[in-house]
């Protein structure tokens, strides 16, 4: 599946990527029991979703074993520019900095991520 064909994942689907992404290659069960975590989510659910994705090919299920194994076919980092380009689109209307001013506005910034931010700048004006 190309970039710009990729389907923007659903809110659900987006959990269940975030958990495969930090796990690995998981079950339904596995993936149904961090969603349960957090909110209570009926297995049936968690299954229909991952078949869903699967024929979104959002991921891909290994079916060798009697227990099916789901694995991520898009990368995190991609996932999220193309979801965080749509929202700043959408909200900021293309701009970067009114949503860093706003996110700084309303959130307390520790030190060390202030630092971060001071070396990301740094970075991208060095790189001009």
Known sequence: MTKNTTPKPTDAELKVLQILWEHGPSSV?????????VKE????TTLKIMQIMADKELVK???ESRTHIYESLIEEDA????????????TFRGSAMKLVMQALGS????EDELQKIKELIKKIESEK
């Open 29 to 37: 069960r596995f993936v149904n029991d961090k969603l349960n975590e």
């Open 41 to 44: 989510v009926g297995y049936t």
């Open 61 to 63: 299920r290994n079916t």
């Open 79 to 90: 996932t999220q520019k193309q979801l965080l380009k749509k929202f700043v689109d959408a």
């Open 107 to 110: 959130h307390e910034a520790s």
